[in-house]
């Protein structure tokens, strides 16, 4: 069955430090890569996403992501945090065929220490 | 301001007794979701419509039913509300459009069983 694995549960960091959150999937198929964020006391929304083309995407807030097929990994990156971005951050994965199923990875909690 | 909306934000219900969580869209997309989210664990998709078309996941308990009466709106139903269903409630939404069809989320309802 299709699966999304977050490395980490918990990731504490002091402002400045660089991120790296790592998201493997189990689909051998075509797929489009999600990362999506849940701010305390707000709703997921998109980070950043995957589709075709330049494996490396840019998202809002100056994070970034690979995604290397070889490896079926799409980990999320960011130089140097601030303590805004203290959140919940999911990965996600959905096929290109057979519908519109989209499988969430169990999440990510960073706390930035300020 | 497009987006999903979720009310109630947060639902108690007692054991057994059924419960109606809604959720609206003002996007206009095809597609909607129902997502269940337990504490810590990833959100899980209970079903979904392509605009009409209901998809249920097999393994949604028969329990959950969904109603989609138009493109603006869809329901949840549990019909005999168990301590194990006590959950935040996502809904999502998206186009069908290839390369274009991140989800939206709601602001979510908590269901609290007493």
């Known amino acids: 069955a299709q699966s999304v694995s977050q490395h980490n549960h918990h990731v504490i960091l002091s402002e400045a430090a660089s991120l790296e959150l790592g998201c493997n999937y189990s689909y051998g198929g075509t797929v489009n890569l999600f990362w999506y964020v849940q701010y305390p006391g707000q709703h997921l929304q998109l980070l950043l996403k995957y589709f075709s083309g330049d494996p490396l995407v840019k998202g809002i807030k100056g994070f970034e992501a690979e995604f290397i097929k070889s490896k079926f990994s799409f980990n999320l990156r960011k130089p140097s945090v601030q303590w805004s971005d203290t959140a919940e951050y999911f990965c996600?994965?959905?096929?290109?065929?057979?519908?519109?199923?989209?499988?969430f990875g169990a999440g990510t909690r960073l706390f930035v220490k300020a | 301001d497009a987006m999903v909306i979720q009310n109630p934000r947060y639902q108690v219900t007692q054991f057994g007794k059924p419960v109606t969580l809604s959720c609206s869209q003002t996007l206009n997309h095809n597609v909607m979701y129902w997502y269940q989210q337990k504490s810590s664990q990833a959100p899980k998709l209970l079903f979904h419509?392509?605009?009409?078309?209901?998809?249920n996941e097999a393994d949604t308990p028969d329990n959950f039913q969904s109603r989609r009466p138009n493109t603006s709106f869809c329901f949840l139903d549990i019909r005999s509300p168990g301590l194990g269903d006590a959950a935040m409630y996502l809904c999502?939404?998206?186009?069908?459009?290839?390369?274009?069809?991140?989800?939206?989320f709601g602001p979510g309802t908590r269901l609290t069983v007493l």
């Open positions: 996600a994965v959905r096929r290109t065929t057979g519908g519109f199923k989209t499988i």
């Open positions: 999502a939404t998206s186009t069908r459009r290839a390369g274009d069809n991140e989800q939206f």
């Open positions: 419509y392509y605009d009409k078309d209901f998809n």
